[in-house]
């Protein structure tokens, strides 16, 4: 079964990353995924794996689109396809207001448009063709690559939630990566992935889907599945992923957390996170459990992505890398 690994959930110093990325490459993980919210820079770190490695992929897990421009975006990819040899790919998300708009200081409007128009000029510049471009979000004139096109082109990602941006990341993008669901819910959205494949002349063969896994391998699941609901909880409360969780068959538990959260009782609104809740969103117990979960996933036709966590204290570090050193 391919398996990816989250890297960045470890939460490790920086000058570790080398030695964890090759020992990713030798237990076998298909590819190492990093992203980026307010702790290392992803690009750097992309680069960092790309040079102390040799047969692992690598891809941004992911960065928000609106915080550089289209053209730095297809300069960094086209760099790094060169030092990786063809292995990077570069996953993009429409992010938040917060992180985009009071972190960066910089407008933030979550437009599928925005991401359409950045990926077509994100592939024009990597591939080394003068880009001319008149849209709705970038207007750009006579920008060329000054360095060879890569002969691989690098591969690009689509972090996806709802049905519009899974159909977007099927018509112009090389994978999607899927957070937050549900095996049970997987089949719907893959469908989608593909419905967009379709209208671009392609198949579902021809898009890698991807799908982050919040996973700890434990014989002591009680604080850890306390940790993914609060976690869960922290999601609940904004629109968008209620409305996911709800569509994914959580809608009474959605309720009961914004009812508590609303009235001010925040251990009300964990508490209100169900088993089957943390079953669906999460991988929580021993070896044998977490990979026959993770085979759930596999057998929608998409490749776990193993994103370590744990409950937080002295032990936190060498849960994940108990987890990580537990796949593939």
Known sequence: MPTDIALTGLAMPIGEFPAIAREAEERGYRTAWVGEASGTEAIVLSTLIATHTSKIRIANGVIPVQTRTPIIYGQAAATLAHLSNGRFALGLGLSSEIIVGQWHGLPFVPSIQQMREAVQIIRMAAAGERVNFDGRFYRLKNFRLAIPAPATPPRIYLAALGPRMCELAGEVADGVLLNWIAPSAM??????????????????????????????????????????????????????????????????????????????????????????????????????????????????????????????????????????????
């Not at 391998?217 to 922290?234: F, K, M, Q, Y």
């Not at 009812?259 to 009300?268: E, L, Q, Y």
Request: glycine share 10%; hydrophobic share 45%.
């Open 187 to 328: 089949p719907a959205s893959i469908s989608h992935v593909e419905a967009g494949a379709k209208r671009a002349g392609r198949t579902l063969a021809d898009v890698d889907v991807a799908v982050h896994v919040r996973t700890c391998v434990t014989d002591d699941s009680g604080p850890v599945r306390e940790t993914l609901a609060r976690d869960i909880t922290g999601y609940a409360i904004v629109g968008v992923y209620a409305r996911f969780f709800a569509e994914c068959g959580f809608a009474e538990e959605v309720q009961a957390v914004n009812s508590a959260w609303k009235a001010g009782d925040r251990t009300g609104a964990v508490k209100a996170i169900s088993g089957r809740v943390l079953d669906g969103l999460g991988v929580v117990g021993p070896a044998d459990f977490c990979r026959e979960r993770m085979a759930t996933f596999a057998r929608t036709g998409a490749t776990p992505v193993v994103l370590p966590f744990a409950p937080p204290g002295a032990s936190a570090r060498a849960s994940m890398l108990g987890t990580f050193r537990a796949f593939p």
